[in-house]
C-alpha cells in the first residue's frame, strides 16, 4: 500500500512556472508507476504524465510535451512535476496517482489507478 501527498500548487501567471510534488509513503516506492491527472471544474479528470518503475520511462498527453517534466527521486519517495509555459487552459486540481503493484491495464485512464493523493490547485491567470 502506498500514500501520496502532493504540493507545489498555487498561482501563476501565463507563460510561468511551477514544480508539483508527490512525496510517497512506503518502501516500495521505486516499485509503483506514478501518474499526474488533472481536473478542471465541470470535467472529467484527465491523464498528465506518467513515470514508470524504477526504470523511469515516461508518458505525456500531447497537450503538455514539450512543456512538462515528469521525474522521480526513489531516494526521496518523491515524483515531480515541472510545469513550464504554463497556460490558462492548464488551470485544475492536480492529481498523483499509483496503480496496483501488479498491473497490466492502461496507464491513461484514472480508472486503473488504486492510490490517490489529496490534489493541488493549480491556477494560471491570463
Known amino acids: 500500500q502506498v500514500q501520496l501527498v502532493e504540493s507545489g500548487g498555487g498561482l501563476v501567471q501565463a507563460g510561468g512556472s511551477l514544480r508539483l510534488s508527490c512525496a510517497a509513503s512506503g518502501r516500495t516506492f521505486s516499485s509503483y508507476a506514478i501518474g499526474w491527472f488533472r481536473q478542471a471544474p465541470g470535467k472529467e479528470r484527465e491523464f ?4 514508470y518503475r524504477s526504470g523511469g520511462s515516461t508518458d505525456y498527453v500531447d497537450s503538455v510535451k514539450g512543456r512538462f517534466t515528469i521525474s522521480r527521486d526513489n531516494a526521496k519517495n518523491t515524483v515531480y512535476l515541472q510545469m ?5 487552459e492548464d488551470t485544475a486540481v492536480y492529481y498523483c496517482a499509483a ?3 501488479v498491473y497490466s491495464g492502461s496507464y491513461y485512464y484514472p480508472g486503473g ?12 491567470s491570463s
Open 113 to 124: 489507478y488504486r492510490y490517490w493523493g489529496q490534489g493541488t490547485q493549480v491556477t494560471v
Open 99 to 101: 496503480p496496483p503493484l
Open 84 to 88: 513550464n509555459s504554463l497556460k490558462p
Open 48 to 51: 498528465v504524465a506518467v513515470i
